[in-house]
């Protein structure tokens, strides 16, 4: 078993260094979205850190900047949606990461049952509930537990070293 060597007190990571670095790691882009309960207007944010945590009980976790606007307008709520976004759905991203304006203006969606807004034609969609939020630092780590989820035809969105694209098979896992 290796170790990690200790810290050194004061020893710095640059952040475009990090950032660099990180952007290695190809992610999935996922819209979370819900309806604001004092507007009834759909609201939502694009993440890249969205994972499975927990089979039992079924819990998905993502991470949102504390500087971010819409994540507690999405919380406020509990429930929200989470739809996984297709390879050829750049621009329902680039609508969705929009600071200001209609973010659903060009955004096509329908509602899951809890009345959230579920992105069409994205690969999959989990309806879930806010479980708890932890401290990530200059991010927030969003814990929700699973209420529902389904899938649907085509391969995943991808971000990979600043740019959107797709996701090409190459092997047997």
Same mark, same amino acid.
């Given at each position: 078993?290796?170790?990690?060597?200790?810290?050194?007190?004061?020893?710095?990571?640059?952040?475009?260094?990090?950032?660099?670095?990180?952007?290695?790691?190809?992610?999935?882009?996922?819209?979370?979205?819900?309806?604001?309960?004092?507007?009834?207007?759909?609201?939502?944010?694009?993440?890249?850190?969205?994972?499975?945590?927990?089979?039992?009980?079924?819990?998905?976790?993502?991470?949102?900047?504390? #500087?971010?606007?819409?994540? &507690?307008? +999405?919380? %406020?709520? !509990? /429930?929200?949606?989470?739809?996984?976004?297709?390879?050829?759905?750049?621009?329902?991203?680039?609508?969705?990461?929009?600071?200001?304006?209609?973010?659903?203006?060009?955004?096509?969606?329908?509602?899951?049952?809890?009345?959230?807004?579920?992105?069409?034609?994205?690969?999959?969609?989990?309806?879930?509930?806010?479980?708890?939020?932890?401290?990530?630092?200059?991010?927030?780590?969003?814990?929700?537990?699973?209420?529902?989820?389904? #899938?649907?035809?085509?391969? &995943?969105? +991808?971000? %990979?070293? !600043? /740019?959107?694209?797709?996701?090409?098979?190459?092997?047997?896992?």
């Amino acid at each position: 078993m290796t170790t990690a060597p200790p810290t050194r007190p004061g020893l710095r990571i640059d952040q475009l260094d990090f950032r660099h670095v990180m952007s290695h790691l190809p992610t999935g882009v996922v819209a979370v979205t819900a309806v604001e309960p004092a507007s009834a207007r759909p609201v939502g944010l694009i993440v890249g850190t969205f994972a499975s945590l927990s089979l039992e009980p079924p819990l998905v976790a993502f991470s949102v900047a504390r #500087t971010s606007d819409s994540w &507690p307008r +999405v919380r %406020h709520g !509990g /429930r929200f949606s989470a739809s996984v976004l297709a390879e050829r759905q750049d621009a329902v991203c680039r609508s969705l990461s929009r600071r200001s304006g209609d973010k659903f203006a060009d955004v096509p969606w329908h509602p899951s049952p809890d009345g959230a807004p579920r992105v069409n034609s994205a690969v999959a969609w989990i309806d879930c509930a806010l479980e708890q939020e932890l401290d990530g630092g200059d991010h927030v780590i969003v814990v929700a537990r699973v209420l529902r989820m389904s #899938t649907g035809p085509g391969e &995943p969105l +991808v971000f %990979h070293k !600043g /740019r959107l694209g797709g996701y090409r098979d190459t092997a047997a896992a």
